[in-house]
């Protein structure tokens, strides 16, 4: 209306679209509310000539705990995290941005302290565990202490596991294992290189899209692929073609569905949007000339019609940058093309899509999720999804077993494989390539030198008999105690 100042009509306006996304059903749309807060805030900050973030603004000591009503994405990209030690999160939950980034960085994090207010916390000492989830605010002695021994313990076991860096991942019984990085989760923190891995097993091409207002061009994805590629030329690369929809939107292309799990995603939208994938694969095959580490992976898919129409448009691509190739005198390689296993159809379909593809890789996130019917961002159910539910191991177990007969190369690239007892029983299953985040890479190699493959196999022969998640877990930490791996399992991880 005539009269409002800009700031004010700014404000009128984010708190409307705030309105909105804490209104939607989805839990992970409901997060994105503090997304679209915070970004008001800069704007406004500007306008109005005021630091959006006084406590970011002030230095930061050596060690320092990052606090706020609700800590976001931008605020951890902007802190220095030579000095950031944990994060503590009044509001918000696992499901934002922040915590998946806290997660890549390796930071302790709590996300969600109900009713506790930041003037209680700030200028403290606190202890913080983000293991449990406890949160200690000026400790006595004896806390301290205990704290500080917990502390040590970790440190001598961090100094165990580095101390074995440069030596191959092979168990004590020779079995060897290749052991890849996921990237992409942040550009901001999460860095591509890692000297002690075998290449990048998953690269989420997605992101991009989702920090711009608009899809990037076929130049911009050029020069940011381009760069992944050349960084480490000698080692694999794999990058999934977009895969948006669902917990992942874009803010330009929206979706608005009933099931948005069960919906357009993946290569269902890509594909009914040729145009879309089209560029993207331009894009791909461009950034790779005069290379020949790329691999070009297929998300979400259900049918083997699906990998024929997406290998179809992939040769349209090769064929049209095959011409600029010649025209500049650049060597251009067919990339190898794999499929991710997420949707429990492909279970069944493995021998048909072996004869199209070049490689499997196992989502075990998405995998468990329609496995067992649950939405992971939904508290009401959240309990239900765990990965050591038999019929998951059962699955992983089969997909092992058809993949070696078929002699198709098989990774899994989901959270299972960067966790200490899905390691052993991924070992167990045949597996002999694992993606996880870079932050476990280290610790990963550790267990795989720590234990031998039969004994690996003998525990996955007991849980596989078992009847619930519950059980399988303490069978596979007795384990990883009497093994000397106990260290790594701490209540609440």
């Not at 990774?411 to 045949?430: D, F, N, Q, R, S």
């Not at 930490?477 to 093994?483: A, D, M, Q, Y």
């Amino acid at each position: 209306k005539k009269g409002w100042d800009a700031p004010t009509s700014l404000k009128m306006v984010i708190e409307s679209f705030i309105r909105q996304f804490q209104s939607m059903n989805d839990a992970y749309m409901r997060e994105r509310a503090v997304d679209i807060e915070d970004m008001g805030n800069r704007v406004l900050a500007n306008i109005i000539g005021i630091s959006a973030n006084e406590p970011i603004s002030r230095e930061p000591h050596e060690q320092t705990i990052l606090i706020a009503e609700e800590v976001t994405a931008v605020m951890l990209a902007e802190f220095p995290s030579e000095k950031l030690v944990g994060i503590i999160s009044i509001r918000g939950s696992n499901n934002s941005h922040a915590a998946i980034m806290a997660r890549a960085m390796g930071v302790p994090a709590v996300m969600g302290l109900d009713n506790v207010p930041i003037a209680m916390l700030r200028d403290k000492e606190i202890l913080l565990d983000g293991y449990t989830g406890d949160v200690i605010v000026s400790p006595n002695g004896t806390i301290r202490h205990e704290f500080d021994q917990l502390i040590l313990e970790e440190k001598l076991l961090s100094e165990r596991i580095h101390s074995e860096d440069t030596l191959p991942a092979v168990t004590k019984d020779n079995c060897t294992m290749s052991l890849l990085v996921n990237s992409g989760l942040s550009l901001e923190t999460e860095v591509s290189t890692n000297p002690y891995s075998d290449g990048v097993g998953l690269f989420r091409t997605e992101i991009p899209f989702m920090m711009r207002q608009r899809f990037p061009t076929e130049q911009e994805q050029v020069e940011l692929y381009k760069g992944l590629l050349e960084s480490e030329p000698n080692k694999q690369f794999t990058m999934r073609t977009l895969d948006v929809g669902g917990d992942k939107p874009l803010a330009y292309f929206p979706i608005v569905e009933e099931n948005p799990f069960l919906g357009w995603r993946g290569i269902r939208l890509t594909l009914d949007h040729p145009e879309i994938f089209l560029v993207q694969i331009r894009a791909m095959l461009r950034a790779s000339f005069d290379l020949d580490n790329l691999n070009i992976m297929l998300p979400m898919i259900t049918s083997v019609s699906e990998v024929s129409e997406a290998k179809r448009l992939i040769r349209q691509a090769f064929n049209e940058v095959e011409e600029e190739a010649e025209e500049k005198g650049v060597r251009l390689t067919m990339p190898k093309i794999g499929v991710m296993l997420e949707v429990p159809a492909v279970l069944y379909q493995l021998p048909q899509l072996a004869k199209i593809v070049d490689f499997f890789s196992v989502g075990s996130n998405d995998l468990t999720q329609y496995l067992l019917a649950v939405d992971r961002n939904n508290a009401r159910v959240a309990g239900l999804y765990d990965s050591y539910h038999p019929a998951v191991l059962s699955a992983l177990h089969s997909i092992a077993k058809t993949s070696g007969f078929l002699q198709v190369p098989v990774t899994v690239c989901g959270e299972l494989a960067g966790e200490p007892g899905g390691v052993v029983l991924l070992v167990a299953m045949g597996y002999r390539k694992l993606s996880m985040n870079t932050h476990n890479l280290l610790k990963v190699k550790w267990i795989i030198r720590n234990i031998y493959q039969n004994e690996a196999e003998q525990l996955l022969a007991k849980v596989v008999t078992l009847n619930n998640p519950g059980d399988v877990r303490s069978e596979v930490n007795l384990f990883l105690e009497t093994t000397g791996l106990g260290g790594l399992v701490r209540a609440g991880n």
